[in-house]
């Protein structure tokens, strides 16, 4: 079972990605977050093995104070960024974050679940994740 956790300010954003996953038996939504403190304490009771994490959480500071969390205390939890802004920006600041992946709000349900599942793949197998 694939244990997902999404950090995300935008409820709306949250409730849809948490609906498309759990329409697949093998991945469970374990915690949501809307605010880093939220997401820091939910992410350390859970342990989950992705973390959704918005990239303006509502701000950037907020998002990288989660990113140093989950890398210092849990560093097999693979982090997924998500933003509304293009696909080649996010790619760029994700990689510069330490994101093992990125997508768009904008992507649909296939691409947000793939994108999950290749950034959850066992480090050196991942092929490049990105929205495609």
Request: proline share 5%.
């Amino acid at each position: 079972m694939l244990r997902v956790f999404i950090a995300d300010d935008s409820l709306g954003f949250g409730t849809l990605a948490s609906a498309w996953l759990e329409a697949h038996s093998d991945i469970e939504v374990v915690g949501a977050a809307r605010s880093a403190p939220e997401a820091i304490d939910g992410i350390r009771g859970t342990r989950p093995g992705v973390v959704i994490l918005d990239r303006l959480l509502p701000q950037p500071e907020h998002s990288q104070e989660v990113l140093r969390c989950i890398r210092a205390e849990l560093p097999d939890t693979a982090v997924l960024l998500v933003s509304g802004m293009p696909s080649e920006d996010l790619a760029d600041e994700a990689a510069a974050a330490g994101a093992d992946g990125h997508v768009s709000k904008a992507a649909n349900a296939e691409t947000l679940v793939r994108a999950v599942r290749q950034v959850a793949a066992p480090r050196g197998d991942e092929e490049d994740v990105a929205e495609t």
